[in-house]
């Protein structure tokens, strides 16, 4: 069974760090590439970022670039997110979703972790 | 970035046909998926490609895509398919790739 276990969540003050981890189980991650995706409070879908299978090639919206990081440990099945500068409109349940390839349909989801800046 | 434009809500009475559209510049080009999300739950991939549909969705869920509009069908509305319906497309650019959401649908069944 394919599961996916978002961690690393909590109350962050504005201009704070926080990293997020997804811990995945059930399938050959390293041929998978895997994203992140964001639900502000009450609002619509925004995705973040996304890593190829190897971990070479990545992508970031607009608004997170120079701020947050996704990497990948295949050895140990998981992706993480790592984000500096955080803003108040960062404020969302971030979700980690797993593709075929980048460009593909997001099949599998975590159940989310939420991020919450404030001072 | 790209903007995908969905109409903010569509209402249907149960066993009639919801039809939920995403409108985007260049989406003619590129491989449009769609999601149902329920209140305090994930998103479920419910159609990717533009009309194939994963293992698990039901026949009664459809997509197809004509010029730069792309649609989620929906026969035979049941209850719980009530939800928030997105749309999503991969973008590539000049200055970078990235993926964009549409706006999202919530369709309600009367």
């Known amino acids: 069974e394919v599961q996916l276990l978002e961690s690393g969540g909590g109350l962050v003050q504005p201009g704070g760090s926080r990293r997020l981890s997804c811990t995945t189980s059930?399938?050959?991650?390293?041929?998978?590439?895997m994203n992140w995706v964001r639900q502000a409070p009450g609002k619509g879908l925004e995705w973040v970022s996304g890593?190829?299978?190897?971990?070479?090639?990545?992508y970031n919206t607009d608004s997170v670039k120079g701020r947050f990081t996704i990497t990948r440990d295949n050895s140990q099945n998981s992706v993480y997110l790592q984000m500096n500068s955080l803003r108040a409109d960062d404020t969302a349940v971030y979700y980690c979703?797993?593709?075929?390839?980048?460009?593909?349909?997001?099949?599998?989801w975590g159940q989310g972790t939420l991020v919450t800046v404030s001072s | 970035s790209s903007v995908l434009t969905q109409p903010p809500s569509v209402s249907v009475a149960p066993g009639k046909t919801a039809s939920v559209t995403c409108g985007g510049d260049?989406?003619?080009?590129?491989?449009v998926h769609w999601y149902h999300q329920k209140p305090g739950q994930a998103p479920v991939l419910v159609i990717q490609?533009?009309?194939d549909r994963p293992s698990g969705i039901p026949e009664r869920f459809s997509g197809s895509k004509s010029g730069n509009t792309a649609t989620l069908t929906i026969t035979r509305v049941e209850a719980g398919d009530e939800a928030d319906y997105y749309c999503?497309?991969?973008?590539?650019?000049?200055?970078?790739?990235?993926?964009?959401f549409g706006t999202g649908t919530k369709v309600t069944v009367l």
């Open positions: 979703a797993r593709s075929w390839k980048l460009g593909s349909g997001l099949d599998y």
């Open positions: 059930g399938f050959t991650f390293s041929l998978y590439a």
């Open positions: 890593i190829i299978g190897s971990g070479d090639t990545t």
């Open positions: 260049n989406i003619g080009s590129m491989s």
């Open positions: 490609h533009d009309s």
């Open positions: 999503q497309v991969w973008s590539r650019t000049s200055s970078s790739d990235h993926s964009v």
